[in-house]
């Protein structure tokens, strides 16, 4: 069974920082690629950043040059650094796992919130 459990939400000041975890389980972690999406009130789920199992990074342009996103594979864990953080910013985040291998599959976390206050 796929769990992949969020940490890290909150509320925060603009110009703020948070760091999201992901802790997956019930999957071969390196045959996935761990992303993080987001999710505003009547907006559509959006990418903010993804990572590959070999480790190339795709960010949003939204988010470029403020966030991060890391793995750790022996810890089979992703992370979201979120600096910089604005308004724009708040929404629900969803750690997901999309493995590249067959049978391919794609599994999301529960979402945690985060809130940028002006």
């Known amino acids: 069974q796929v769990q992949l459990v969020e940490s890290g939400g909150g509320l925060v000041q603009a110009g703020g920082s948070l760091r999201l975890s992901c802790a997956a389980s019930?999957?071969?972690?390196?045959?996935?690629?761990m992303g993080w999406y987001r999710q505003a009130p009547g907006k559509q789920r959006e990418l903010v950043a993804q990572?590959?199992?070999?480790?190339?990074?795709d960010y949003a342009d939204s988010v470029k040059g403020r966030f991060t996103i890391s793995r750790d594979n022996a810890k089979s864990s992703v992370s979201l650094q979120m600096n910089s953080l604005k308004p724009e910013d708040t929404a629900v985040y969803y750690c997901?796992?999309?493995?590249?291998?067959?049978?391919?599959?794609?599994?999301w976390g529960q979402g945690t919130q985060v809130t940028v206050s002006s």
């Open positions: 019930g999957i071969i972690f390196g045959d996935n690629v």
């Open positions: 990572i590959t199992p070999g480790g190339t990074i």
């Open positions: 997901n796992a999309r493995r590249i291998r067959s049978p391919m599959t794609n599994s």
